[in-house]
C-alpha cells in the first residue's frame, strides 16, 4: 500500500490538494465578496460587521491562518507542478494548437501571479494600512474602526481603483478555469451535470467580479459616499 506521503508527492496527489486548496479559497472570496457588499447599507452595517469579526478573535486570526495556509499550499503546488511539467518537456512545441483550450486556461500562470501581486497589495492597503495609514485609527460615532470610511476614502483616488480593476481583472481569469478544472480534478464528472460544472467557473467569476467591481466603481462615481 502506498504511504499518503508518496501520494501527496505524485502529480495525481498534488493536483487533488491543489483543487481542495484551490476550493477552498474560492468559498472564502466568495463570502468576503458577500460581506463587503455591506457597504451599500452604509456605515454602520459594514462598520458593525467588521466590529463582530473583531469581537471573536480567535475565530478571526484561525481563519487568517488557514486562510494563509491554504494559499501558501496551493502556490507551492503550483509552481512544483509547473517545473514538473516543465522537465517532463524541456522543448517547447514548435507550433502550439488552442482547438480546446481558452484564454483563461493558458493564462492561469500569469493571472495567478497578478492575484498573488494584487493579494499582497491589497493586505498592504487595506488590511495593514502600511500603504495608506491615514485612515487606520479613525473610529465611526459608535466608537467602532471605520472601514467604512476607509474604504470610501481609498477608492476615491484614480490609481487605487486601476490597482483593484487589474486585480480583479487577474481574479475573474484565475477563477473562470480554476474552479471548473478543480471539480474536473476531484472527478466531478458526470453526463447530466458536466454543462453545470463547466458552467460554474466563469458564473462564479462573473459573480464576484461584478460585485467587487460595482464596490469600487460605486464609490469612485460618488454614488457610494462617506
Excluded: C
Aim: net charge positive; proline share 3%.
Amino acid at each position: 500500500m502506498a504511504r499518503p506521503s508518496n501520494h501527496f508527492q505524485s502529480s495525481v496527489g498534488s493536483k487533488v490538494v491543489m483543487a481542495l486548496s484551490g476550493l477552498g479559497l474560492v468559498i472564502y472570496v466568495i463570502f468576503h465578496m458577500l460581506g463587503n457588499l455591506q457597504v451599500f447599507e452604509g456605515a454602520h452595517a459594514l462598520n458593525g460587521y467588521a466590529a463582530f469579526l473583531r469581537d471573536m478573535p480567535i475565530l478571526l486570526w484561525t481563519a487568517r491562518i488557514g486562510l494563509l495556509n491554504l494559499a501558501a499550499l496551493h502556490i507551492i503546488l503550483a509552481i512544483r507542478l509547473t517545473l514538473r511539467n516543465h522537465r517532463a518537456r524541456p522543448v517547447a512545441y514548435t507550433v502550439r494548437e488552442y482547438r480546446q483550450a481558452s484564454f483563461a486556461s493558458r493564462t492561469m500562470a500569469a493571472s495567478g501571479l497578478v492575484l498573488l501581486l494584487f493579494l499582497i497589495f491589497h493586505l498592504l492597503h487595506l488590511t495593514a494600512g502600511v500603504i495608506d495609514p491615514s485612515s487606520v485609527d479613525r473610529l465611526d460615532t459608535e466608537g467602532h474602526r471605520d472601514v467604512y470610511g476607509k474604504v470610501v476614502h481609498a477608492f476615491q483616488n484614480p490609481f487605487i481603483v486601476a490597482l483593484y480593476l487589474a486585480g480583479q481583472l487577474g481574479l475573474g481569469l484565475h477563477l473562470n478555469h480554476a474552479v471548473t478544472s478543480s471539480l474536473q480534478t476531484l472527478g466531478l464528472e458526470h453526463a447530466a451535470f458536466n454543462r453545470l460544472f463547466k458552467a460554474a467557473g466563469p458564473a462564479i467569476a462573473l459573480v464576484v467580479v461584478l460585485g467587487n467591481v460595482a464596490i469600487i466603481l460605486a464609490i469612485f462615481l460618488g454614488i457610494v459616499r462617506g
